[in-house]
């Protein structure tokens, strides 16, 4: 293993013990930055190497770029994965990672850069010919242009950042007075969360789903690894996610996939991206609304669809293979869900719920992925992000993958924190969910019916510690 180059894994969480996993398959070296609060977490016990950096907030730890390449070279790293979220789409951190002399697992800081620029994203998805949604064309200079806008697009509008990810930095309006008392307070938001005031307008699609596509690169070539579906989310938060997205006609679908792969050459795309768009069932129309260049939470049920390992494949492709992918040769099997699981308590505003977990039992059977972070005994921080784990299943069918997804909720116990367990249970079940009639705004929608379903005999919540057996 001495010869093995050694892969620095720039995160925390799942997604560390996710590429840790795939490193030590590839025969190769990890070694995890953490911070004091990971210093025993899962990922720290699996790597081979763990490096401090001293504190416990993210701007000293997980984005401090500066101490991250430091610990790369004390690690003797040939290469850094940055995951997602924290610096994985910071096309300076990349910029500066190449410029140490490493190697970035992912696209160009240039590329980063680009498309991480929701604005830019846009037109450089325009010239390769996608439909978007419409709105601005780039970023709109004031609340005065912006009503212009609005007014020649039509109520309700977004406002977007042209910075924005994750789900933040976008607020909906109605009415040209709400556009102009939103502008200066969503332009301060993103100040404050992206650095980045620049705004822009699109027209909003009321119930609209959010489908995207897996794509993989090596700069030459380029193939799109099919669908996902992602529409059921809580303040664009993503809940559920499942592959393929169901109810697209067969036309629809193929030119969804061509159109991303078609972005994904134009732009000479290297590693993982998920071109995402607003896909309208009244009127089967999708728009493309941005690209994400790093590895996707979700991706796990692309590879269960699959039969692929895309951490694997971002890992040997930066490491100068070409990619093993034939466009041909990924054929969908069946159907998967992914079910994300986090420290949070549904009937108090899904307020964080950081803690000791006492006890964990995740379930198992055929079918049945696990990506956690976690195991009985380890701590819930509170300084970053509440996710537990995810449960991925696969079925033969979608209504088979629904059936597996509820039966390893039952089976799935916690104790220590409020979790998110039984809420989400009560979503797979809800019939809207069940006939794929859902869409962005549908679970906001019924958020009270579904938390009322959560209400025991006794009176007490599923989602209440301590021991509490989480089950639909």
Same mark, same amino acid.
């Given at each position: 293993?001495?010869?093995?180059?050694?892969?620095?894994?720039?995160?925390?969480?799942?997604?560390?013990?996710?590429?840790?996993?795939?490193?030590?398959?590839?025969?190769?070296?990890?070694?995890?930055?953490?911070?004091?609060?990971?210093?025993?977490?899962?990922?720290?016990?699996?790597?081979?190497?763990?490096?401090?950096?001293?504190?416990?907030?993210?701007?000293?730890?997980?984005?401090?770029?500066?101490?991250?390449?430091?610990?790369?070279?004390?690690?003797?790293?040939?290469?850094?994965?940055?995951?997602?979220?924290?610096?994985?789409?910071?096309?300076?951190?990349?910029?500066?990672?190449?410029?140490?002399?490493?190697?970035?697992?992912?696209?160009? /800081?240039?590329?980063?850069?680009?498309?991480?620029?929701?604005?830019?994203?846009?037109?450089?998805?325009?010239?390769?010919?996608?439909?978007?949604?419409?709105?601005?064309?780039?970023?709109?200079?004031?609340?005065?242009?912006?009503?212009?806008?609005?007014?020649?697009?039509?109520?309700?509008?977004?406002?977007?950042?042209?910075?924005?990810?994750?789900?933040?930095?976008?607020?909906?309006?109605?009415?040209?007075?709400?556009?102009?008392?939103?502008?200066?307070?969503?332009?301060?938001?993103?100040?404050?969360?992206?650095?980045?005031?620049?705004?822009?307008?699109?027209?909003?699609?009321?119930?609209?789903?959010?489908?995207?596509?897996?794509?993989?690169?090596?700069?030459?070539?380029?193939?799109?690894?099919?669908?996902?579906?992602?529409?059921?989310?809580?303040?664009?938060?993503?809940?559920?996610?499942?592959? /393929?997205?169901?109810?697209?006609?067969? =036309?629809?679908?193929?030119?969804?996939?061509?159109?991303?792969?078609?972005?994904?050459?134009?732009?000479?795309?290297?590693?993982?991206?998920?071109?995402?768009?607003?896909?309208?069932?009244?009127?089967?129309?999708?728009?493309?609304?941005?690209?994400?260049?790093?590895?996707?939470?979700?991706?796990?049920?692309?590879?269960?669809?699959?039969?692929?390992?895309?951490?694997?494949?971002?890992?040997?492709?930066?490491?100068?293979?070409?990619?093993?992918?034939? @466009?041909?040769?990924?054929? /969908?099997?069946?159907?998967?869900?992914?079910?994300?699981?986090?420290?949070?308590?549904?009937?108090?505003?899904?307020?964080?719920?950081?803690?000791?977990?006492?006890?964990?039992?995740?379930?198992?059977? /055929?079918?049945?992925?696990?990506?956690?972070?976690?195991?009985?005994?380890?701590?819930?921080?509170?300084?970053?992000?509440?996710?537990?784990?995810?449960?991925?299943?696969?079925?033969?069918?979608?209504?088979?993958?629904?059936?597996?997804?509820?039966?390893?909720?039952?089976?799935?116990?916690?104790?220590?924190?409020?979790?998110? =367990?039984?809420?989400?249970?009560?979503?797979?079940?809800?019939?809207?969910?069940?006939?794929?009639?859902?869409?962005?705004?549908?679970?906001?929608?019924?958020?009270?019916?579904?938390? =009322?379903?959560?209400?025991?005999?006794?009176?007490?919540?599923?989602?209440?510690?301590?021991?509490?057996? @989480?089950?639909?």
């Amino acid at each position: 293993m001495s010869d093995s180059p050694t892969i620095l894994v720039a995160n925390r969480g799942e997604i560390a013990v996710r590429i840790i996993r795939a490193i030590r398959e590839l025969g190769h070296v990890s070694a995890l930055v953490v911070s004091d609060a990971d210093r025993d977490s899962l990922a720290s016990r699996l790597a081979d190497r763990t490096i401090v950096l001293p504190g416990t907030a993210s701007k000293d730890t997980y984005l401090n770029g500066d101490a991250i390449i430091s610990a790369a070279r004390e690690a003797g790293a040939v290469a850094v994965h940055p995951g997602y979220g924290f610096l994985s789409e910071h096309a300076d951190f990349a910029r500066a990672v190449i410029d140490s002399g490493l190697t970035w697992v992912g696209p160009s /800081p240039d590329l980063i850069a680009a498309m991480g620029d929701k604005a830019t994203a846009l037109q450089r998805a325009r010239a390769a010919g996608l439909p978007t949604v419409p709105g601005s064309d780039g970023v709109v200079a004031s609340a005065t242009a912006a009503v212009a806008v609005a007014e020649a697009i039509g109520y309700p509008v977004a406002i977007k950042a042209t910075a924005g990810g994750g789900g933040r930095g976008i607020r909906i309006v109605q009415t040209p007075d709400e556009l102009v008392s939103m502008w200066d307070v969503t332009a301060a938001e993103a100040v404050a969360a992206f650095g980045d005031g620049r705004l822009y307008l699109e027209k909003f699609i009321p119930r609209a789903r959010h489908v995207e596509v897996q794509v993989f690169g090596d700069g030459t070539r380029f193939v799109h690894l099919h669908d996902r579906d992602c529409s059921l989310q809580r303040r664009h938060q993503k809940l559920i996610e499942e592959c /393929p997205a169901p109810g697209i006609p067969v =036309a629809t679908r193929s030119e969804l996939h061509e159109s991303a792969c078609r972005l994904a050459a134009e732009i000479e795309y290297v590693g993982a991206g998920t071109v995402e768009y607003l896909y309208d069932p009244d009127t089967d129309k999708f728009h493309f609304i941005e690209m994400n260049t790093r590895i996707q939470v979700e991706h796990p049920i692309t590879e269960e669809l699959l039969g692929v390992d895309l951490v694997q494949e971002q890992l040997a492709v930066a490491l100068g293979a070409p990619m093993s992918f034939e @466009q041909d040769a990924l054929i /969908p099997r069946g159907h998967a869900i992914e079910l994300r699981i986090n420290a949070e308590n549904p009937r108090l505003n899904f307020f964080p719920s950081p803690g000791v977990l006492t006890s964990v039992s995740w379930p198992s059977g /055929p079918g049945v992925r696990i990506d956690a972070g976690v195991a009985t005994g380890d701590a819930i921080p509170p300084f970053y992000d509440s996710m537990i784990g995810k449960i991925i299943v696969w079925g033969s069918t979608r209504h088979k993958a629904i059936s597996r997804a509820r039966r390893v909720l039952d089976e799935f116990s916690l104790e220590g924190v409020s979790n998110t =367990a039984a809420f989400v249970g009560a979503a797979l079940a809800d019939e809207a969910f069940v006939a794929a009639a859902h869409h962005t705004k549908y679970l906001e929608e019924r958020l009270d019916v579904i938390l =009322a379903g959560l209400v025991t005999p006794d009176g007490s919540t599923k989602s209440d510690p301590p021991g509490c057996r @989480q089950s639909r």
